[in-house]
């Protein structure tokens, strides 16, 4: 989702995004947010011992420590987005916030979803190995 260059969620799709779109933007990004949340609660990927099977806990709790609080970040700036609504000065201000704290987790997060790829790879050659 966020970590797409191609995605509608990408800090250079938002910061090019007109103000006055960017209240339906806010919308669908916490809309995608609560899916994701929902899914991984379905899929029980939100218990952390499952997630320890991929990462040993010291980047397990790094992972945890880098994104809960940019998430919490990311849907405070989209709550204001969809509070200034036609408020054009402040809806630009915040477009450019929400850029910024879209940057901070692709920036902050490619690195840790880089490792776990590899290591669900690796699990899942040595389940297939055995």
């Known amino acids: 989702m966020l970590l797409e260059g ?11 995004t007109k ?34 099977n991929f990462v040993d806990w010291s980047r397990l709790s790094k992972m945890v420590e880098e994104y809960q609080p940019q998430e919490q ?8 987005i969809l509070t200034a ?21 692709e920036v902050s997060m490619r690195p840790i979803n880089s490792l776990l790829a590899h290591s669900i790879t690796s699990k899942l050659q040595e389940t297939l190995a055995d």
């Not at 191609?6 to 090019?16: A, G, V």
């Not at 806010?26 to 609660?41: G, P, V």
């Open 85 to 105: 609504q036609d408020n054009r000065e402040v809806l630009t201000t915040l477009g450019k916030e929400l850029a910024g704290v879209v940057h901070g987790i």
């Open 19 to 52: 103000p006055s779109d960017l209240p339906g933007l806010a919308h669908s990004l916490i809309r995608e947010l609560d899916l994701l949340e929902r899914d991984a609660r379905d899929a029980g990927l939100h218990k952390t011992n499952v997630w320890s």
């Open 6 to 16: 191609d995605s509608e969620f990408s800090h250079n799709t938002i910061s090019l």
């Open 73 to 80: 970040a990311l849907r405070e700036v989209a709550a204001r």
